[in-house]
């Protein structure tokens, strides 16, 4: 399988917005579930979101709802995650995968964009 390919990520301030996208070409979109996950220095990967791209539906952890929003777009194979209102405590590197289960996750994750909030 081809690992997919996150980019966006950067240093930004407190308050400020950056856009994450992962090109995909091995998943499935309108089929597969997809999801952002996360892991800051010295903890462990925790899920973000999971975008079911058959229906659209999406979920978010409780610490990114309202914050954060993920969109796919089937013709460019490409994930994304609107992050908004960042805070320091979102500072770490990104990752997109297959799947909505952390296994999973883990398994098809890319090599992540690092995204750092610090004034």
């Known amino acids: 399988e081809v690992q997919p390919v996150e980019s966006g990520g950067g240093l930004v301030q407190p308050g400020g917005s950056l856009r994450l996208s992962c090109v995909a070409s091995?998943?499935?979109?309108?089929?597969?579930?997809m999801s952002w996950a996360r892991q800051a220095p010295g903890k462990e990967l925790e899920w973000i979101s999971t975008?079911?791209?058959?229906?659209?539906?999406?979920y978010y952890r409780d610490s990114v709802q309202g914050r954060f929003n993920v969109a796919s777009d089937a013709a460019k194979k490409t994930l994304y995650l609107q992050l908004n209102d960042l805070k320091t405590e979102d500072t770490a590197m990104y990752y997109c995968?297959?799947?909505?289960?952390?296994?999973?996750?883990?398994?098809?994750r890319g090599q992540g964009t690092r995204v750092t909030v610090s004034s």
């Open positions: 995968a297959r799947g909505a289960d952390m296994p999973t996750i883990r398994a098809t």
């Open positions: 091995d998943f499935t979109f309108g089929y597969d579930a």
């Open positions: 975008i079911y791209t058959s229906n659209g539906d999406a």
